[in-house]
């Protein structure tokens, strides 16, 4: 059975860093593409940014680019979305995934894409 456990969310000022975690078991982690997506309070959940099963490819939504990183370590089975330059904007539930074909990126921008979600983890930046 897959498991993602996310961490690192919190609540920070508008300008300041977090980085989350997002921890998997029980699937071959470096076959699958695995994205991050958000919902804030009253919005559908969407796109943040996605990671290639070897970490070639990344994509992001357009507000976070320059601001946001993804990365992964296969050894640890484990992405990350380092945050940089917080606006209250950002402020949402984050939340990892795996998507649900090996060594595709395909509609990766799209929820019904991946078949395994984390439990998601609360970012609050404060203005």
């Known amino acids: 059975q897959v498991q993602l456990v996310e961490s690192g969310g919190g609540l920070v000022q508008a300008g300041g860093s977090l980085r989350l975690s997002c921890a998997a078991s029980?699937?071959?982690?470096?076959?699958?593409?695995m994205g991050w997506f958000r919902q804030a309070p009253g919005k559908e959940r969407e796109f943040v940014a996605v990671i290639s099963w070897n970490g070639g490819t990344t994509y992001y939504t357009d507000s976070v680019k320059g601001r946001f990183t993804i990365s992964r370590d296969n050894a640890k089975n484990t992405v990350y979305l380092q945050m940089n330059s917080l606006k209250p904007e950002d402020t949402a539930v984050y939340t990892c995934a795996m998507h649900q074909m090996r060594y595709r990126l395909i509609g990766s921008h799209q929820e019904e894409k991946y078949d395994y979600w984390g439990q998601g983890t609360q970012v609050t930046v404060s203005s």
């Open positions: 029980g699937r071959t982690f470096s076959d699958y593409a």
